[in-house]
């Protein structure tokens, strides 16, 4: 059971919008700030998101990041194929005082 | 360009220790903390222990303390993890991470390159 708790499946088709939840509590996300990262089959994590909603660079626009009190989202606009994958939200617990995840959603492209 | 490459990985019976290591380059590797992230199979990721810039602080997921050590050597650009009495719920995949900050406990870095990972798996 994580900490963080994510849906552990989205869906949508492609050129549609998609939203991701990751709900926490005071400790966490109430008081600190939520990374997002994606994660392709077979491959390393890769930073989506960084303190609530800054986008590294490199990161398409379709990709934002939101924060209201212990919930945090990931939307991801115009579905491609290529955004098939695994996506987790992170945070510090300070209760816990260590790095919490999401359980990590599932996105599938029909 | 940022280059992390973990090795050491293998399998383990329950009980016994494996020395992970990661090469580190295209960055001042004393200049930023490091981590250890994992992911077991069918699960999610799991933090597992992170490393001051200098070297000199660290910090461990509960589920880690006491049988792991994480280590730098600055000189080589290397970030090692010592795993003792593992157990089968070690088994997971173990990446090498960079943190964007040289302080450990910056709750507010975040992790911006990734190893590959290297599986460890730890069965009789």
């Known amino acids: 059971q994580s900490v963080l708790t994510q849906p552990p499946s989205a869906s949508g088709t492609p050129g549609q919008r998609v939203t991701i939840s990751c709900s926490g509590s005071?400790?966490?996300?109430?008081?600190?700030?939520v990374n997002w990262y994606q994660q392709l089959p077979g491959t390393a994590p890769k930073l989506l998101i960084y303190?609530?909603?800054q986008r590294p660079s490199g990161v398409p626009d379709r990709f934002s990041g939101s924060k209201s009190g212990t919930s945090a989202s990931l939307a991801i606009s115009g579905l491609q194929s290529e955004d098939e994958a695994d996506y987790y939200c992170?945070?510090?617990?300070?209760?816990?005082?260590?790095?919490?995840f999401g359980g990590g959603t599932k996105l599938t492209v029909l | 360009e940022v280059q992390l490459l973990e090795s050491g990985g293998g399998l383990v019976q329950p009980g016994g220790s494996l020395r992970l290591s990661c090469a580190a380059s295209?960055?001042?590797?004393?200049?930023?903390?490091m981590s250890w992230v994992r992911r077991a199979p069918g699960k999610g990721l799991e933090w597992v222990s992170v490393?001051?810039?200098?070297?000199?602080?660290?910090y461990y997921a509960d589920s880690v303390k006491g049988r792991f050590t994480i280590s730098k050597d600055n000189s080589k650009n290397t970030l090692y993890l010592q795993m003792n009495s593992l157990r089968a719920e070690d088994t997971a995949v173990y990446y090498c991470?960079?943190?964007?900050?040289?302080?450990?406990?910056?709750?507010?870095?975040?992790?911006?390159?990734w190893g590959q990972g290297t599986l460890v798996t730890v069965s009789s």
């Open positions: 303190s609530n909603s």
């Open positions: 992170v945070s510090w617990d300070d209760s816990l005082n260590g790095w919490v």
């Open positions: 490393i001051s810039g200098s070297g000199g602080s660290t």
């Open positions: 005071r400790s966490n996300v109430g008081s600190n700030t």
């Open positions: 295209g960055f001042t590797f004393s200049s930023y903390a």
């Open positions: 991470a960079k943190r964007s900050s040289k302080y450990y406990y910056d709750t507010s870095a975040y992790t911006d390159y």
